[in-house]
């Protein structure tokens, strides 16, 4: 598929998440206030003597900014709307393209990433600035490629995450409530909420680390974790888990799926 | 090498099985009992020609169903299914590529988007070239009269125009075969007739096959050149529209109601037209040269508060094909 074709596609599903411009702001700028809260309350915490275990107060502070910066990346993903379609049965206009699903929810995903990350560059910016941080500052060109590594881990990880939560659709009408849960449990696992590292290494290793953590870690203190290369392919493990078990999930739906109930 | 039918459906069984579950907090933790409800059981069906073939039957027939095992939506329990020489669920792009699909009362464009939005999004899905593009689409708009509400949220759009929006979207990609599920559902006449025209004019055009389902047999008797009616899963006739009529004979329905109870007896040699009664309303069905001595003889001999006179329901043109073939 030429490039061109998976941006248009790509490009096209953004316009239609956007056609309410006005919220589409708005929800963008939540996320800004969002990220000024924390920033002010580790801001505040670390001014009172309150130390992370690894970290520095600089690299503190630049952890949590990188994380949301990372978090656009990876975390922002089109692929939630898939288990209301299952369930509407209108996910059969897609079945109908020819076009491969994969190739199509991949488009969508990366022009919904291109955009939100675009964004974001401009709220972190400023706190660089005014906070004096330096992302990629010691980095090397392996510290450069375990993080393109680490990005594409992430991102390949939650999407499958996602997928194996949206093909409960075909078995079970009711999965929000238990989503709901799994998001919360993720923001803390994936570290989110704080370095991992900094409270159990065990943590660190765990697929819902590849989400946030790594990352995240690497561009707050500039330097390769050690032992990266099994980081990874413990990495790469967890990925192919889940990827396997979505592919049984959603081959055996599609087998279920019913369609539109007419 | 025998060339491929368009439609070729060899011992078809499909059933489906949902939960009846409570609603509300009390159906998360009530499973509910499985229940499997069987459409087809060894159906078997071949359709070819570049024609518009009708697909009627009544509510439930399995008209719908029919249509997504047809374009690989959902799989089938057992059986054959090819069309254009493919294997459906394998959903390859060539196939695709040659399939257009309509739902009636579901809308295939963007909600908050206007139709060319949606338009657009298709070009590049189907791989459609700009100026094919162009052409194909004012061609379609004027025709079906929306060129003027392409740039128009669709949201915004009333349901005929709407409708008429969707016929363009699944004819855009110039479909072979295209599945219309009851485009002209709750539609006032002039749009009705507005899609009827469009259908027959891009048969001939574009020497398609066009499967077009509905409720009315009038509907489809002016469209189309093949007629299938399907009933609880069930061919009970295929044939060409010619065969139809003269089968089911150029028919009305006359419907009666009298001032009074009346008895069979009274209807003297009406008794054999004469296919419900109950207390004061009856119900005939007439060959075309009876209805004015049938009316005749009804006005003068008894004292009648209501009669319409109707072209033959599907439900009672099923019936006389049950009673033909016992
Ligand atoms: N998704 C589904 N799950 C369970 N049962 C279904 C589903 N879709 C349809 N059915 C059942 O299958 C039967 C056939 O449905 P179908 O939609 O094919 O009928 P139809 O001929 O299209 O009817 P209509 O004219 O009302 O559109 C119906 O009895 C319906 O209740
Ligand atoms: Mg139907």
Redo the contacts between chains.
Sequence with gaps: MSWK?WW??GY??F??ET??QLSFLVSKLREFINLIVIFLLWYALLKHNFHLKNYTNQQTLGYFLYSFVIGQIILSTRLWRIGDMIIS??I??L?????KMWQLFLSWDIAHKVINFTISLFYLLPFLFFFHLTPFQHFTLTTYIFFILSLILGSLTYSFIVLIFNSLAFYLT?MWSVIFLFNIFLSFFSGQFFPLDAVSSLLAFSPFAYVNFWPSRLLARSELPPHSILILAVGFFWLLIFFLTFTALWRTG???????G? | MPKDKVIEVRHLSKS??SRERPSGIK??FKWGKKKKKAIFNDFNLSLDGQQVIGLIGPNGAGK??LL?LL?????PDQGKIKVLGYRPQK?Q?????Q?G?L?G??S?L?W??PPI?SF??LK????IEENAFNDTLTKFSRFLEVDHLLFK?VRQLSLGERMRCQLIAAFLHLPKLVFL?EPTLALDIISQEKIRKFICYYQKEYQATIIVTSHYLKDILTTAQEVVILNNGQLVFQGNKDKLVSLTGHQREIKVEFFSPTKRGKLQEYQPYLKKLNDSQAMFLVPKEKIVDLTKFLTTHFSITDLTIKEMEIETVIKEFFKREP
């Design positions: 074709r248009l596609i096209s599903f316009k239609e056609a309410f049965g209108n059969s206009a079945f109908l393209y020819p076009i009711e599609l087998k279920k799926f019913s369609g539109w007419e | 489906y099985t159906g998360l719908t169903t997504k374009s690989g939506i959902i799989y959903r792009k060539s196939f695709l590529r399939l699909f739902m009362n579901k295939h963007w908050n988007l939005d657009q999004m590049v899905i189907y791989q949220p599920d």
